[in-house]
């Protein structure tokens, strides 16, 4: 099986400008979740999609967005960024979770986003 | 704050060695999960133990999980080189996972 892939790779952007990000999960997962990590915070939450509905939501700001499609990929949005949005985003696939039940999650490599 | 703790954050060890770090954590779980990381790349799962289990195996790697200290330890045997990168330990709390604070383990060849 393929595992989860996240594109860009690498993205530098300027403040004010908007950003989507794209991960693709490993076939047959229904659960995205997307995370921030910097060296500061930690990983932190940002949202979990399943089956394109989005079940929970961090601590963030409207200005992160998501969604999910039909085929599990998912997208997220960041709209006018801010130099402490640098980070690196990531992408985690899994059969899924919900009240009792827990999967290991899949990572993808991330994306490392830098705002100038 | 919801997010779990790791302690140490940081350790350092020689190669050969054996590695532990511990994991607390908050809420009720169905199962505890841990992580690595190599160099701010992306996650690798690397065991899983639910909450009737008290201890697992897998390779070099054991987890123990006392559900009623909120605790769990991570101990890698016969340390190598290539363990080195932050671990991190993982509950779930409505749908999503809390990621402990992480350490980061320097295996010195």
């Known amino acids: 099986k393929a595992g989860v892939t996240q594109t860009p790779r690498y993205l530098i952007k300027t403040r004010g400008q908007q950003v989507t990000l794209s991960c693709s999960p490993i076939s047959g997962h229904r659960s995205v979740s997307w995370y921030q990590q910097t060296p500061g915070q930690g990983l932190q939450f940002l949202f979990e999609y399943f089956s394109e509905t989005q079940r929970n939501k961090g601590n963030f700001p409207g200005r992160f967005s998501g969604r999910q499609f039909s085929n599990s990929r998912s997208e997220m949005n960041v709209s006018t960024l801010e130099l402490g949005d640098s980070a690196l985003y990531l992408c985690a696939s899994s059969l899924g979770l919900g009240s009792g039940v827990s999967y290991e999650q899949y990572f993808g490599p991330g994306t490392r986003l830098t705002v100038t | 704050s919801q997010q779990g703790e790791e302690d140490p954050q940081a350790l350092s060890i020689q190669e050969g060695e054996n590695a532990t770090m511990n994991c607390s954590y908050k809420?009720?779980?169905?199962?505890l999960q841990w992580y690595r990381q190599n160099s701010g790349r992306g996650l690798v799962h690397l065991i899983l133990?639910?909450?009737?289990?008290r201890e697992k195996h897998s390779g070099r790697l054991r987890v123990t999980l006392d559900t009623s200290k909120k605790s769990s330890s991570l101990l890698i045997t016969a340390s190598r080189a290539a363990d080195t990168a932050s671990y991190f330990c993982a509950t779930v709390l409505t749908y999503k996972y809390i990621f402990g604070t992480g350490t980061r383990l320097k295996v010195l060849a």
């Open positions: 133990i639910r909450s009737n289990e």
């Open positions: 809420t009720s779980i169905n199962n």
